[in-house]
């Protein structure tokens, strides 16, 4: 058994179940290249500082390199006696060079240690997700070019409303996508900001230069206050709420995958292979994909709501309940950067059928606004428009027809200004093509959106 970096202090051992219970390298080791790359900083520091000599930093260079070999190649062999990450990587250079790897913990603490490693490992995670964000958004603009002009309907309260293109629903999904990677991208400015140098919690008597710290590391910043640097979350809780958007985000989309894929509806299939069967209904094609996100959609959001209680009521500056920060950051991370990866794959599995999606239009009612806006132009005070289509909707309904299949002599009955130019704007075509400002759903609109998407996506 190795004994305990703090064993001076004790009369025993602590027991089996405490040393389980209190220790975390089963999940913080994922943390170990960042842990090694926060070392060499804070080692490179300390030489240029006049605190370690070039000699044992170049013992800890070269310690450190074995180590991290070691640890990429599956050879380290990780101990629950040492506690977490930092203690065994910081054992095993010792072994391995003796008095200066005792040193590299000079002016250090493992609370800053801790802090500067996770937001190391965080910044890496923001910069893979925000590629993974774009990645979705060009596989789903590639589907809405390939359907600019293809009719659905749009709905409210899960009813027929008014006609939009597939292609514009899906560029909705590529803006909250969009406003989800500035998040990251924001987000990652307060992660990118170190904490070394905080030490425990005071701050540390040796002649630190923070700066040149967070310069080796890529920090833009530093934390000035030690306090704060060791004891707060806020960061971890921010990148959670922003990756429980994007979460929330798809989880919308399943939803309309699965009703879209219902037999019921029709609109899309989606390719066998993000599909599953049943073991008894042989009829059975499951989205289990959809499904799993909407609900991994809950599990994410959770992991904000265990951050949130994590920091509520700590006292300042670290307690050990911050190393509960870990497993719902790994996870949040792991779940949200394998579904962007399925979800853009997905995307690309999606078959639109249009003629389906052009029937429920036309069932709908869809183009009822479009008739009202129609006698608008011709003078009619809104609210009378809309009463006077009412009334012709109502009509239609009892017949069991379209509006647009009621004969001229019928719809004048109802408005004497309606004449033989009103079916233009009653077909899904016209409706769609009247809309043509910037945001609408006309196809050349939905096209010069796509444009705007794709230049920004590489530039
Ligand atoms: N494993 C700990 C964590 O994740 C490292 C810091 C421990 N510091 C301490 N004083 N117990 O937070």
Same mark, same amino acid.
């Given at each position: ?7 001076g202090?004790?009369?025993?051992p602590?027991?089996e179940?405490v ?8 999940f913080?080791?994922?943390m170990a +290249? ?10 490179? #520091? @300390?030489t240029?500082?006049?605190?370690l000599?070039? +000699? ?7 310690g ?7 640890i990429?190649e ?7 006696? =040492?506690?977490?990450?930092?203690m065994?990587? $910081?054992k ?7 008095d200066?790897?005792?040193?590299l ?6 609370n ?5 490693d ?5 910044r ?5 997700i925000v590629?993974?964000i ?5 596989s789903?603009? /590639? %589907?809405? $070019? ?5 009719? #659905? ?6 009813q027929v409303?008014?006609?939009v293109?597939?292609?514009h629903?899906m ?9 989800d990677g500035?998040?990251?991208v ?12 905080a030490?425990?919690?005071a701050?540390?008597?040796?002649p ?11 920090? /833009?910043?530093?934390?000035?206050n030690? @306090?704060?640097?060791v ?6 809780i $921010?990148?959670?709420?922003?990756a429980?958007?994007v979460?929330?985000? @798809? ?10 894929m ?6 899309? /299939? ?7 069967g ?6 059975k094609?499951?989205p289990?994909?959809? $499904?799993l ?5 809950g599990?994410?959001?959770?992991h @904000?709501l265990a951050? %949130?209680?994590l920091?509520k009521s700590?006292?300042?500056?670290y307690n ?5 920060d870990?497993?719902? %950051?790994? /996870?949040?991370?792991?779940t949200?950067?394998?579904t %962007? ?5 997905? #995307?690309?599995?999606?078959t639109?059928?249009?003629? !389906?999606?052009? !029937? !429920? ?7 009822a606004t479009d008739?009202?806006d ?7 005070p ?6 006077v ?6 009509h !239609?309904?009892?017949?069991g ?7 001229l002599?019928? =719809?004048?009955?109802f408005?004497?200004?309606i004449?033989?130019?009103?079916y ?8 769609? +093509?009247?809309r ?24």
């Amino acid at each position: 058994q190795d004994a305990h970096a703090w064993s001076g202090r004790f009369s025993e051992p602590v027991s089996e179940l405490v040393k389980k219970y209190t220790a975390s390298v089963d999940f913080d080791k994922r943390m170990a +290249a960042f842990d090694i790359q926060g070392s060499l900083a804070h080692a490179a #520091m @300390l030489t240029r500082a006049g605190v370690l000599s070039e +000699a044992d930093l170049s013992a800890i260079e070269a310690g450190m390199a074995e180590i991290l070999q070691d640890i990429q190649e599956g050879r380290f062999e990780w101990s629950v006696d =040492l506690e977490d990450v930092h203690m065994n990587v $910081e054992k095993r250079l010792t072994d391995k060079i003796g008095d200066a790897g005792k040193r590299l913990h000079t002016g250090r603490s493992r609370n800053d240690q801790v802090a500067t490693d996770i937001r190391l490992y965080l910044r890496d995670a923001i910069d893979h997700i925000v590629t993974l964000i774009a990645a979705l958004q060009t596989s789903l603009l /590639d %589907l809405a $070019e390939q359907h600019a002009d293809t009719v #659905m309907p749009g709905f409210t309260h899960l009813q027929v409303a008014q006609p939009v293109t597939f292609g514009h629903h899906m560029l909705a999904y590529v803006e909250m996508l969009g406003r989800d990677g500035e998040r990251m991208v924001d987000c990652r400015k307060r992660v990118n900001r170190l904490p070394l140098g905080a030490a425990a919690l005071a701050g540390t008597t040796f002649p630190v230069d923070r700066f040149y710290t967070a310069q080796l590391l890529g920090f /833009d910043d530093v934390c000035h206050n030690s @306090l704060d640097a060791v004891s707060d979350r806020d960061f971890a809780i $921010e990148f959670t709420a922003a990756a429980s958007l994007v979460m929330v985000h @798809l989880s919308r989309l399943s939803e309309e995958l699965i009703l879209w894929m219902s037999p019921r509806v029709g609109f899309i /299939d989606i390719a066998d292979r993000f599909c599953t069967g049943s073991s008894i209904m042989p009829q059975k094609k499951n989205p289990d994909v959809p $499904e799993l996100v909407r609900g991994k959609s809950g599990r994410v959001t959770g992991h @904000l709501l265990a951050l %949130l209680m994590l920091m509520k009521s700590q006292p300042l500056a670290y307690n050990k309940d911050n190393q509960e920060d870990k497993e719902p %950051l790994f /996870d949040t991370v792991d779940t949200l950067i394998d579904t %962007l990866r399925i979800y853009a794959d997905m #995307m690309r599995g999606v078959t639109v059928k249009p003629e !389906a999606m052009r !029937a !429920a239009v036309l069932q709908g009612f869809a183009t009822a606004t479009d008739l009202a806006d129609y006698l608008v132009k011709k003078g009619v005070p809104f609210r009378d428009s809309h009463e006077v289509v009412a009334r012709a909707v109502r009509h !239609a309904e009892v017949q069991g027809v379209d509006i647009a299949d009621l004969s001229l002599d019928v =719809l004048r009955q109802f408005s004497a200004l309606i004449d033989d130019d009103v079916y233009a704007v009653l077909t899904p075509e016209g409706s769609l +093509a009247q809309r043509n400002h910037i945001g609408g759903t006309a196809p050349a609109q939905v096209r010069a959106q796509i444009a705007r998407h794709r230049a920004r996506l590489q530039g």
